[in-house]
C-alpha cells in the first residue's frame, strides 16, 4: 500500500524546491496527499479494514499539522501546493 520507491522519486522532483531537497513541508505534503489517495481507493475495496483506516485518519492528521505551518509562514508557497495538489480551500 506504500509508495514505490519511484512513485517518491517522481513526487520528490516534482514537488523540490531545489535540488537535493526531501524534507521540505511541500514534499511531506505531496507524499502524504499520494498515500491518501492510494488509502481511500484501498478502504473503499475493504471495508473492514479498520486499522487501514486509523493509519488513514493518522495521515490526514499530520498532512494538516503541515498545511496549518505553512499557512502561517509561507502563505504564497501554500497558496501555490494547494493549487498543484487540487486540495480544497
Not at 537535493?20 to 502524504?32: K, V, Y
Amino acid at each position: 500500500m506504500a509508495l514505490s520507491t519511484e512513485e517518491k522519486q517522481e513526487i520528490i522532483v516534482k514537488f523540490a524546491q531545489v535540488k537535493g531537497d526531501t524534507g521540505s513541508p511541500e514534499i511531506q505534503i505531496a507524499l502524504l496527499s499520494f498515500e491518501i489517495e492510494k488509502l481511500q481507493k484501498h478502504l473503499g475495496e475493504n471495508k473492514h479494514d479498520y486499522p487501514g483506516k486509523r493509519g488513514l485518519l493518522t495521515k490526514i492528521a499530520k498532512r494538516r499539522r503541515l498545511l496549518r505551518y505553512l499557512t502561517k509562514h509561507e502563505v504564497e508557497r501554500y497558496k501555490k501546493l494547494i493549487k498543484k495538489l487540487g486540495l480544497k480551500k
